[in-house]
């Protein structure tokens, strides 16, 4: 039998059975389609947080007030402080030779008012060289200005919607809001950012860090950010913060330091085993649609005997009719698989022009989809094919009800 016979044969029990061929060709996209749309979110997800951690710079480190061990997994986030962190350990940490530059963080929520007009808002207490660490920008007026961390100052920087909400189309540069029972006068409208590590800069009002810890009643800071002076001076940073504080806490080392570089290598972990859990459940579906192949493929050879007998006494080897049915599920796992392929990655593009989010299919779930669902064709049509090919041609020939 030439290819172009074997090719022609397979094209056409496929036009035959129009309704059985379509059931399939449904059941191995949906399979690769399931593939390519849960990988490409978790893929999003983990592109978006990496994104997101790696603003923060590889020389930055963030010390949180308590102390906890851990054995793997995401470093603490918050912790249970024996002693604050103060405003005169930022001041200390600063001069140490490692770093560079250091942003006291004080925060919390509070009612804030202007011209009739008050809602909620998120508060940030910080200096200058926060806007540095974060890369913050203005879009209006200018940064908070150069202060000594202990010293209060009645300013103010707000987001683009905490601006609309509060000033409508008034100007806000220069204007007075009240934030609890202080008045802070606007000096700045913070650029377009969109939510960072779980903080909304366009609703955010930024104050001096002694104005919010006089606004809040609380010394103690939320956190501290220290950026060293490059990645080299990492390790030697974090043992001189330390050092540092156990010294001006009585010996106690009671702080936790995190770096960018662990929380980016503990939420690539755990993101990246997300990937793969998420293709494997998709990937069941790719088994399902086999079982369904091997299903229609026992039926097809029952219903085809004849077609198969006559094959035979014309000549076909037990291979070439094995041939034929195999390649059918081959071509219509191909045809599928390419299908769903396309119809998820139109979908992932869409999902990003609508959500401004980096949805996209990673290479190996591409790759892998495509090459399951093949290979689930390939197996699970492999028995009725076999079956097809040892039928004997006399046997195949008589009529249903004589054999």
């Not at 059975?17 to 490409?40: E, F, K, N, P, Y």
């Not at 790719?286 to 039926?299: D, F, K, P, R, Y």
Request: glycine share 10%; proline share 5%; hydrophobic share 55%.
């Amino acid at each position: 039998m030439r290819a172009a016979d074997a090719v022609a044969l397979w094209f056409g029990a496929l036009r035959g059975h129009r309704s059985r061929s379509l059931m399939l060709l449904l059941a191995i996209g949906i399979g690769v389609l399931a593939v390519i749309l849960l990988t490409g979110l978790a893929q999003g997800a983990r592109t978006f947080v990496l994104g997101e951690f790696s603003l923060l710079g590889r020389n930055t480190l963030i010390v949180l007030p308590g102390r906890k061990e851990t054995t793997g997994g995401v470093p603490p986030l918050t912790g249970l402080a024996p002693r604050d962190l103060t405003l005169q350990d930022a001041e200390a940490v600063a001069r140490l030779p490692a770093v560079r530059r250091v942003a006291p963080l004080q925060a919390g929520l509070i009612e804030v008012s202007s011209g009739g007009r008050s809602r909620e808002a998120f508060v940030l207490g910080t200096s200058r060289a926060f806007f540095a660490l974060r890369q913050l920008e203005v879009s209006q007026g200018q940064l908070l200005p150069e202060l000594p961390l202990e010293q209060p100052e009645a300013v103010c920087l707000i987001g683009t919607k905490l601006r609309r909400e509060l000033f409508g189309s008034r100007p806000a540069l220069g204007e007075w809001l009240r934030a609890g029972d202080r008045r802070f006068r606007v000096i700045g409208i913070l650029a377009e950012r969109g939510e960072s590590l779980g903080m909304d800069f366009a609703e955010l009002l930024v104050i001096p860090v002694a104005s919010a810890q006089a606004l809040f009643y609380r010394e103690g800071l939320f956190r501290l950010f220290a950026e060293v002076r490059s990645p080299a001076w990492l390790e030697p940073g974090k043992r001189q913060i330390r050092g540092l504080l156990a010294e001006r806490h009585e010996g106690e080392e009671d702080v936790t330091l995190i770096s960018q570089d662990s929380m980016l290598a503990a939420f690539d972990d755990i993101l990246g085993v997300l990937s793969l859990a998420l293709a494997g459940i998709a990937a069941i579906s790719l088994l399902v649609a086999g079982v369904l192949i091997m299903n229609v493929t026992w039926i097809a050879v029952s219903q085809r005997t004849e077609e198969i007998g006559l094959l035979k006494a014309l000549g076909a080897t037990p291979a070439q009719v094995r041939l034929l049915f195999v390649g059918e599920a081959a071509l219509l796992a191909l045809a599928g698989g390419l299908a769903g392929l396309l119809l998820g990655e139109l979908l992932l593009w869409l999902g990003r022009l609508l959500w401004d989010f980096p949805l996209a299919a990673p290479w190996w779930a591409r790759g892998g989809a495509l090459l399951l669902a093949f290979a689930a064709a390939l197996l699970f049509a492999w028995l009725p094919a076999a079956r097809a090919a040892r039928l004997e041609p006399v046997a195949a020939l008589r009529p249903p009800g004589a054999r």
